[in-house]
């Protein structure tokens, strides 16, 4: 649990030292919730529960006090272990300070494999159904959220503007406006993030679904530092983005790498790589369709994506104008604040225009290497057969050679003629019979030869032609005799 308030209600507010309470069991979460928990009629600031993945590990304070995470000085360090309050069981944190590593620092080059997700760890928390209830009641968490956490495969941005009113008494209703971000669980490390923003008292009330302790750290340093500016509603929804646009500079750079190894492997017919993908049964034909595929998946996410970015935009534009309704809270630091989110929600909405340019890139330099490559191959079957011609040349030509020495010496063999006769050579009186045989035959297959491969292959398309027209004309008259009914039956009635 993160809080960051300001010091008093008034115009002139102060941005105090951010407090951590990890909540580990129920009886955290109560004790939390009766020492700790802001009042919508007085508070003002930040409260943010961080709800750690399903699966994770260690959270971001447990790397705190082993030391696996530090702020880089070891008095820094020490200094923060001995800020917990045993009374409210809280942490502060250290004034002007950020974490500068975690355990989870190191990586090792991301692969498509290692990037996926479709996991649920979003979807799991540590706390029971009933603490979970109480905290959301108590944060005035909208129904719409759990939509946003279903909708896992698509980005999603969206606001509801709500009243909402504290259980106390003579409490009054009071407008809120409700954000609800999502990732697209088709990578890993998506998140969801629910937040809902009181512009009366300035207070927020937010929880980050799916953290792991490199976002934990990377959402603390990021709030830590953000004083006066903490106050803009859109603070979190803008450190949200920051997280995503992290998250998909690295989806996209690796699955970019992976579809020009493949253009590679086109191109010179070799893998110069060595990739789990490529050790598919299905062959590298599989392997290539599904690198092609996922390109154009993420572009279509990345189109989705800038499409919640630009809702995202229009919206600060809409908070700029209602900048009276915050006077109370500095209208000067608010409208600044309101500049420096649309500005840099602008530079990475062209850093998504980039990278769908560089996806597009890739999937038309496949479909030109893929050409290359077919083409190459026709090429060689081309050669191939040229060759294979050649050699039938060839063997046509010492089959020509031979063949009138081979028909003649067949025919002397044959018992029409007695060459050994004492009379001198004698000529069967039957070798008419001969003749006549060949002939008949040689002429029957000369014509059904003629028949199959020559009449009947111009008759074909002749006879379709016929069968089209038939059809037209048998539609036409058909349509003719319809709309003669329908004639008859206008002047019937």
Same mark, same amino acid.
């Given at each position: 649990?993160?809080?960051?308030?300001?010091?008093?209600?008034?115009?002139?507010?102060?941005?105090?030292?951010?407090?951590?309470?990890?909540?580990?069991?129920?009886?955290?979460?109560?004790?939390?919730?009766?020492?700790?928990?802001?009042?919508?009629?007085?508070?003002?600031?930040?409260?943010?529960?961080?709800?750690?993945?399903?699966?994770?590990?260690?959270?971001?304070?447990?790397?705190?006090?082993? %030391?696996?995470?530090?702020?880089?000085?070891?008095?820094?360090?020490?200094?923060?272990?001995?800020?917990?309050?045993?009374?409210?069981?809280?942490?502060?944190?250290?004034? %002007?300070?950020?974490?500068?590593?975690?355990?989870?620092?190191?990586?090792? *080059?991301?692969?498509?494999?290692?990037?996926?997700?479709?996991?649920?760890?979003?979807?799991?928390?540590?706390?029971?159904?009933?603490?979970?209830?109480?905290?959301?009641?108590?944060?005035?968490?909208?129904?719409?959220?759990?939509?946003?956490?279903?909708?896992?495969?698509?980005?999603?941005?969206?606001?509801?503007?709500?009243?909402?009113?504290?259980?106390?008494?003579?409490?009054?209703?009071?407008?809120?406006?409700?954000?609800?971000?999502?990732?697209?669980?088709?990578? *890993?490390?998506?998140?969801?993030?629910?937040?809902?923003?009181?512009?009366?008292?300035?207070?927020?009330?937010?929880?980050?679904?799916?953290?792991?302790?490199?976002?934990?750290?990377?959402?603390?340093?990021?709030?830590?530092?953000?004083?006066?500016?903490?106050?803009?509603?859109?603070?979190?929804?803008?450190?949200?983005?920051?997280?995503?646009?992290?998250?998909?500079?690295?989806?996209?750079?690796?699955?970019?790498?992976?579809?020009?190894?493949?253009?590679?492997?086109?191109?010179? %017919?070799?893998?110069?790589?060595?990739?789990?993908?490529?050790?598919?049964?299905?062959?590298?034909?599989? +392997?290539?369709?599904?690198?092609?595929?996922?390109? #154009?998946?993420?572009?279509?996410?990345?189109?989705?994506? *800038?499409?919640?970015?630009?809702?995202?935009?229009?919206?600060?534009?809409?908070?700029?104008?209602?900048?009276?309704?915050?006077?109370?809270?500095?209208?000067?630091?608010?409208?600044? #604040?309101?500049?420096?989110?649309?500005?840099?929600?602008?530079?990475?909405?062209?850093?998504?225009?980039?990278?769908?340019?560089?996806?597009?890139?890739?999937?038309?330099?496949?479909?030109?290497?893929?050409?290359?490559? &077919?083409?190459?191959?026709?090429?060689?079957?081309?050669?191939?057969?040229?060759?294979?011609?050649?050699?039938?040349?060839?063997?046509?030509?010492?089959?020509?050679?031979?063949?009138?020495? #081979?028909?003649?010496?067949?025919?002397?063999?044959?018992?029409?003629?007695?060459?050994?006769?004492?009379?001198?050579?004698?000529?069967?009186?039957?070798?008419?019979?001969? +003749?006549?045989?060949?002939?008949?035959?040689?002429?029957?297959?000369?014509?059904?030869?003629?028949?199959?491969?020559?009449?009947?292959?111009?008759?074909?398309?002749?006879?379709?032609?016929?069968?089209?027209? &038939?059809?037209?004309?048998?539609? %036409?008259?058909?349509?003719?005799?319809?709309?003669?009914?329908?004639?008859?039956?206008?002047?019937?009635?």
């Amino acid at each position: 649990m993160f809080d960051g308030k300001q010091v008093n209600g008034d115009a002139n507010v102060k941005w105090k030292s951010p407090m951590l309470w990890p909540l580990e069991s129920p009886k955290d979460v109560e004790e939390w919730r009766r020492t700790s928990m802001p009042s919508i009629e007085e508070d003002s600031g930040i409260v943010l529960m961080l709800c750690p993945r399903g699966g994770e590990n260690a959270s971001l304070f447990e790397q705190l006090n082993n %030391g696996r995470a530090t702020f880089g000085h070891a008095g820094v360090d020490k200094l923060f272990k001995v800020s917990f309050n045993e009374k409210d069981r809280s942490f502060s944190w250290p004034k %002007g300070e950020s974490i500068v590593s975690t355990g989870s620092q190191a990586r090792e *080059k991301s692969t498509t494999k290692a990037l996926r997700g479709g996991d649920r760890g979003v979807r799991e928390i540590s706390l029971d159904k009933d603490t979970f209830q109480d905290i959301c009641d108590a944060f005035f968490v909208h129904s719409s959220i759990s939509k946003a956490i279903s909708r896992a495969d698509v980005p999603l941005f969206s606001r509801i503007d709500i009243t909402v009113c504290s259980d106390t008494a003579n409490a009054t209703e009071q407008p809120a406006i409700v954000y609800n971000c999502r990732s697209a669980n088709t990578w *890993k490390n998506d998140l969801a993030l629910t937040v809902t923003y009181l512009p009366r008292r300035n207070l927020t009330f937010a929880i980050l679904f799916g953290c792991t302790a490199a976002i934990e750290k990377e959402v603390l340093n990021r709030l830590a530092g953000a004083k006066e500016r903490g106050f803009h509603p859109l603070l979190l929804p803008g450190v949200f983005v920051e997280i995503e646009r992290d998250r998909m500079t690295e989806v996209v750079q690796t699955t970019i790498d992976r579809i020009e190894e493949t253009i590679y492997e086109l191109d010179t %017919g070799d893998s110069g790589h060595e990739t789990a993908e490529g050790d598919h049964p299905a062959g590298p034909r599989h +392997v290539r369709r599904t690198v092609w595929l996922n390109v #154009t998946f993420l572009r279509n996410r990345l189109r989705i994506l *800038k499409t919640q970015f630009l809702k995202m935009l229009e919206h600060v534009k809409e908070l700029m104008a209602l900048g009276p309704m915050f006077e109370s809270h500095g209208d000067e630091v608010f409208h600044r #604040t309101g500049l420096l989110i649309r500005d840099r929600l602008r530079s990475i909405i062209e850093e998504l225009d980039e990278m769908i340019d560089d996806c597009s890139m890739r999937v038309d330099g496949m479909t030109i290497a893929t050409q290359w490559s &077919q083409g190459d191959t026709t090429v060689e079957i081309a050669k191939a057969t040229g060759r294979d011609s050649s050699q039938m040349r060839s063997i046509s030509l010492v089959t020509m050679i031979f063949l009138p020495g #081979t028909f003649f010496a067949t025919v002397f063999s044959m018992t029409f003629f007695d060459w050994g006769s004492p009379d001198g050579a004698i000529v069967s009186s039957y070798i008419w019979v001969y +003749v006549l045989i060949t002939t008949v035959f040689t002429v029957g297959t000369l014509i059904l030869w003629w028949y199959f491969l020559v009449y009947r292959a111009r008759r074909v398309p002749w006879m379709i032609m016929t069968w089209s027209l &038939q059809e037209r004309r048998i539609s %036409g008259d058909h349509l003719r005799a319809d709309s003669r009914s329908v004639a008859a039956m206008y002047r019937r009635y």
